[in-house]
């Protein structure tokens, strides 16, 4: 297929998009890509998630395909000819590594969120706990997926849930900074911290991941304020 057959909207800053993006360069396919206003979105967003009106939408033919999980999983079935498979062979190991996706959208995500919401010391302390305890899970997660002679979640190669968790780490970085915390460490998440070196350096990864500075910027001008300042109307 032509590049003009696939197209993704997206915004540069958001760890969904990246999601998508990854699995597109782990397939080889070409792409238009239409960086979003979400202050103004585009008519062709609107229409082409018309339930959510949300990012990323990937149109493959004409026909909009909605929300990252998702669309990844599309990805692996359309193009089952290039590259390896994104989601594992196995059925159960498949449902293992779609809970975890899931896990990492429902608890981790929304924890992240809840960090630059937080108000005061103690409430950003117990924040930062409850997040590293979610990780020390994502670790016994990755020892028992790929043990510890692998690198990834997926094996010898990134899978669904290395793109669901990996899109995250440009965002983790920036609340390192921004809150003078540590979030993955060695001494309580050692294959985690392999894992997401490993993971920044892959080939498909490498040139998809936001730049930290420039996310740091963003983050801490508008993201931060702004989810402050919605979280004292509460």
Request: contains cysteine.
């Amino acid at each position: 297929m032509g590049k003009g057959d696939v197209k993704l909207l997206g915004t540069w800053p958001s760890p969904f998009v990246t999601r998508v993006k990854i699995a597109l360069k782990l397939k080889s396919v070409d792409y238009e890509y239409q960086e979003e206003n979400l202050g103004s979105k585009s008519e062709l967003l609107i229409k082409s998630n018309p339930v959510y009106k949300k990012i990323p939408v990937l149109l493959h033919g004409g026909k909009p395909i909605c929300e990252s999980l998702i669309i990844v999983q599309y990805i692996d079935e359309a193009w089952t000819d290039i590259g390896s498979s994104i989601l594992p062979c196995d059925p159960y190991d498949r449902a293992v590594a779609r809970f975890w996706a899931a896990y990492v959208d429902d608890k981790i995500f929304p924890t992240i969120r809840g960090l630059g919401m937080a108000k005061g010391e103690e409430a950003k302390a117990a924040v930062v706990k409850e997040l590293k305890d979610g990780l020390v899970l994502l670790e016994e997660a990755l020892l028992k997926s790929s043990g510890k002679a692998k690198p990834f979640f997926g094996g010898d190669e990134i899978g669904y849930l290395d793109i669901a968790f990996g899109s995250l780490l440009a965002w983790f970085k920036v609340m390192e900074k921004y809150f003078n915390v540590k979030l993955l460490e060695e001494a309580t998440t050692p294959r985690l911290v392999s894992w997401a070196d490993s993971f920044c350096k892959h080939r498909a990864v490498k040139d998809e991941l936001p730049d930290t500075h420039k996310l740091f910027e963003l983050a801490q001008n508008v993201m931060f304020p702004r989810w402050q300042a919605a979280a004292a109307t509460n």
